[in-house]
Every structure is written in C-alpha cells, then in structure tokens.
C-alpha cells in the first residue's frame, strides 16, 4: 500500500517575509507554495524536512 501525500504545512498565515522571501506562516518559498499540489511525494517530504531548520534560522537575531 502506498503511503499518501503529506498534507500542505499552510496555517493561513500567508504573509512574506521581504528579506528571506519565506511565508512567515510555513516557511516555505512562493514556489514552494505555487508548486505544491504539483510536486511529487518525495519532494514534498523534502521540503517538509527543511521547515524547522528555516523556521529556526528565521527566529534567530539578524545584525543589522
């Protein structure tokens, strides 16, 4: 049996962060977001695995 698609990590919080060009709701790109219901299970589980480490990059202090 083949295990079905990840679900989309979109929670409705769909604003761009203008200097990372990430959703600051799922931290995904635009074209991340665009692509999603084209992309194949494995590319959505790769993106998926990249979440949390942009995620915590984001929250880190930027210098500036």
Same mark, same amino acid.
């Given at each position: 049996?083949t295990?079905?698609?990840?679900? !989309?990590?979109?929670?409705?919080? #769909? $604003? +761009?962060?203008?200097? $990372?060009?990430?959703?600051?709701? #799922? &931290?995904? $790109?635009?074209?991340?977001?665009?692509?999603? !219901?084209? &992309? !194949?299970?494995?590319?959505?589980?790769a993106? +998926?695995?990249?979440?949390?480490?942009?995620?915590?990059?984001?929250?880190k202090?930027?210098?500036?």
């Amino acid at each position: 049996m083949t295990a079905p698609d990840p679900a !989309s990590p979109c929670i409705r919080v #769909c $604003t +761009l962060d203008p200097e $990372t060009n990430l959703c600051l709701g #799922c &931290f995904r $790109t635009l074209d991340e977001i665009a692509g999603w !219901s084209g &992309f !194949s299970r494995e590319e959505k589980w790769a993106i +998926l695995r990249q979440l949390d480490a942009r995620k915590r990059a984001h929250a880190k202090p930027r210098e500036g």
